[in-house]
């Protein structure tokens, strides 16, 4: 099975930075996703790392540490529509579906 | 952009009565996926289908479920006979490959059942 632990809450300031770390215990691994899902809406996809090291797109970057079961999104100068929640998810290497944690919720204060 | 659709957007019904959750994957994609997430819950993996037939299931996708891909673009999750437990939001995905494909969601049908 997968166990993946993120944190609950953040709160941070426009224009900030905000990183939020995602740790995983998986019985398989193969690719780690980052989505951002708005209060009602579908989980939206922002990135994948696979191998270790730091994937960037834009204002978003991923980190990924296979060896340490650990990742972490980058949120670069926040804007209040980044307020959302940011899901961790883990695929498996013996199946293909994502197996998700509960989800940070990013509050972006003025 | 190519997106994934699902209608309705949202469905009450009455406890017992079936429900069909209708999706669109994106057009090219092969592989599909139902998940849904309880209110304030995380996201649940319900059941992927490749190639008409399912791939994998979890526990939840018991035998009052069932999905279908009816025609060339329709995938359909029925639940038979619905419990209160079953209110939740539904989201189909679809990925244009398993192994290394990014998996898009569509919007979600919020499901209420009394």
């Known amino acids: 099975g997968q166990n993946i632990d993120q944190p609950t809450e953040m709160t941070a300031t426009e224009g900030a930075i905000v990183q939020i770390n995602c740790t995983y215990q998986?019985?398989?691994?193969?690719?780690l996703f980052w989505y951002q899902q708005h209060a009602g809406e579908a989980p939206t996809f922002l990135s994948y790392?696979?191998?270790?090291g730091l994937e960037e797109k834009g204002r978003f970057s991923s980190f990924l540490s296979r060896s340490k079961g650990y990742s972490y999104l980058l949120l670069k100068e926040l804007q209040m529509k980044d307020s959302a929640s940011y899901l961790c998810?883990?695929?498996?290497?013996?199946?293909?579906?994502?197996?998700f944690g509960a989800g940070t919720t990013v509050t972006v204060r003025a | 952009e190519p997106e994934v659709t699902q209608t309705p957007s949202h469905q009450v019904t009455q406890m017992g009565q079936e429900v069909i959750l209708r999706c669109v994957p994106i057009?090219?994609?092969?592989?599909f996926y139902w998940y849904r997430q309880i209110l304030g819950q995380k996201v649940e993996f319900l059941v992927s289908?490749?190639?008409?037939?399912?791939?994998?299931k979890s526990e939840i996708f018991d035998d009052q479920f069932s999905v279908e891909r009816p025609d060339g673009s329709n995938f359909t999750l029925k639940i038979r006979s619905t419990k209160l437990e079953d209110s939740a939001m539904y989201f189909c995905?679809?990925?244009?490959?398993?192994?290394?494909?990014?998996?898009?969601f569509g919007p979600g049908t919020r499901l209420t059942v009394l």
């Open positions: 995905a679809s990925s244009e490959i398993a192994a290394a494909g990014t998996q898009y």
């Open positions: 998986t019985s398989g691994f193969n690719g």
């Open positions: 790392n696979v191998l270790d």
């Open positions: 998810a883990v695929r498996g290497s013996n199946d293909y579906k994502l197996s």
């Open positions: 057009s090219n994609h092969l592989y």
């Open positions: 289908f490749y190639n008409n037939e399912i791939s994998e």
